[in-house]
């Protein structure tokens, strides 16, 4: 499962790899990004991964939105 229309570059000298745009799904999408906050995009990438997986074995999502 992939969306590559919401890819984009992470390395830059002046950010260090954090991103700051907020787009996706509230399902599978983590705290900082809903939070505004400054995040990493593999760790929120590994988050989803985590969500993904769990919906897979409990045949059910695990909450509406991140908190």
């Known amino acids: 499962m992939a969306d590559f229309g919401l890819a984009t570059k992470t390395a830059s000298a002046n ?3 954090y991103q700051t ?7 599978y999408m983590a705290p900082e ?3 505004g906050r400054k995040y990493k995009g593999w760790q ?3 988050f989803a991964l985590g969500v993904i997986l769990f919906n897979m074995y409990a045949c059910e999502s695990a909450f ?3 908190t």
């Open 15 to 17: 950010s260090k790899g």
């Open 21 to 27: 745009e907020c787009c996706g799904t509230d399902l």
């Open 33 to 35: 990004i809903q939070e």
């Open 44 to 46: 929120v990438d590994l």
């Open 64 to 66: 509406d939105k991140a």
